[in-house]
DNA sequence: TTTACGTAGGGCACTGAGTGCCATACCCTC
DNA sequence: GAGGGTATGGCACTCAGTGCCCTACGTAAA
């Protein structure tokens, strides 16, 4: 069962953390977890497992992370600050825009290290209490987006409402195309594969409108055009829309 | 797939043995652990207080629930079920309103208690274990609805995309309702606010026709229409496509 | 009535996560 | 070399949750 000792702790008592610059303690710690995460599963390796074969004491273990899930998912405290960061150097764009944008930063995260995030994904469809730290960790990105879009829509009659429900459905969305990502292995493009599902909600509120005209997003594909407008615009300006993306051919 | 039943007896069914009728135990226990939650906060309250005030072992409180935070939630499981059994015999009318009325459910089950409701919410808006599990408990919900969805659009091509969109959009926006009567102390009518929150939703995929509820209804340009057609479509047929959308309303 | 059995509950000991407190080793500055 | 801040280890403790075994009670069969 534990055979796989090899005694660093009196050696890391002699000579400190070893002199890797870069990676003390937290990261000998995420690399011993998912080391016996993977052979025996997360509920069957205890924390004193982890801290034997990082060499380091117990105690150590819960000054770099508060709870055993949370050296499950080392990098979402980071993730989630630079979302914040980025929603508050937001103030101009569709607002769905901007937190679809948003939500590509956590995809970029994954990506980052595809080996990685399935292997992580794989551990926690199949672990509770992981899915439950999960969803409290999408949950926080939810509320993030929501923070941005209330103030976004703050002259809005029903602005609140609106910040909530979009903010779901762009977490929805986006999960939806990473989890299709991660099934796959995390072979392809994920951010592809987001985009996809991100650009169902765009269009569901009409902030794709002005795309058809701007060379930017051209259409799809070579023979099709995809058209959306708000259903308020007048007739003549819709035509004109459509006469402008066929002409500019 | 899903045969259609009499609803009331798959209710009766999947509620199986029945806990209202001879469940004294179980009464008693979240009966004693409200008293001490309300008083001492739910951390500070152990099992073994819980069970003291109960008169009853401290092994017999796991036996009726499966965790502390379960004691704080004692009829989500129940509500699951009816909701469950409720979308297997609902398999017709639009899709969207199909779900819109089994959130109802949940909103149902929250205005039958309205002080408890209110309780529950207060605590568990501080503390963070029982946000958890809240959420937990509103992602099975919603999973169930997105479930529901997924066969329905069973033929669309982004069927699953659409699915999982519009059960975050429902529950989100339900969750907005809810939280706007249990705010204001569960006092008014807890389906009329979830109503108004679920409209938005309906009248975003146009579930809804024109809205006879002038005052909450969101403004027109909400409303999109998604044009897709080959690019060597003659333009007459684009325009009168477009104009048969809008007089169809 | 007695016996056998199934079930609800209590008692007890154990595992493991998470915390508070203190001692120690290291590093930097004066 | 002395002093102060920081990082780490060790230890003991609380408490949630579990497995095992025991008792009590009701019931059905002999």
Known sequence: MTDVRDEGK????VSGPEPSDKAPMREALIEAAFQLFLVHGFERTTVDDIVARAGVGRRSFFRYFPSKEDVVFPEHERCLAEMSAF??????????DVVCDAARLVTRMYAANPEFSVQRYRLTREVPSLRGYELSVVHRYERTLAHYLRQRYAGDHVGALRA???AAAVVAAHNNGLRTWLRGGGQGDA????????????QTWGSLGESAESGTAPAPEDDVIVMVAPRSVPMWRVVQKIEKTLGGD
């Open 10 to 13: 009196a050696t890391a008592a």
């Open 87 to 96: 929603l508050t150097t937001s103030t101009a764009g569709e607002p769905l």
């Open 164 to 166: 909530e429900v979009q």
């Open 191 to 202: 951010a592809k594969a987001v985009d996809q599902s991100l650009t169902f909600v765009r």
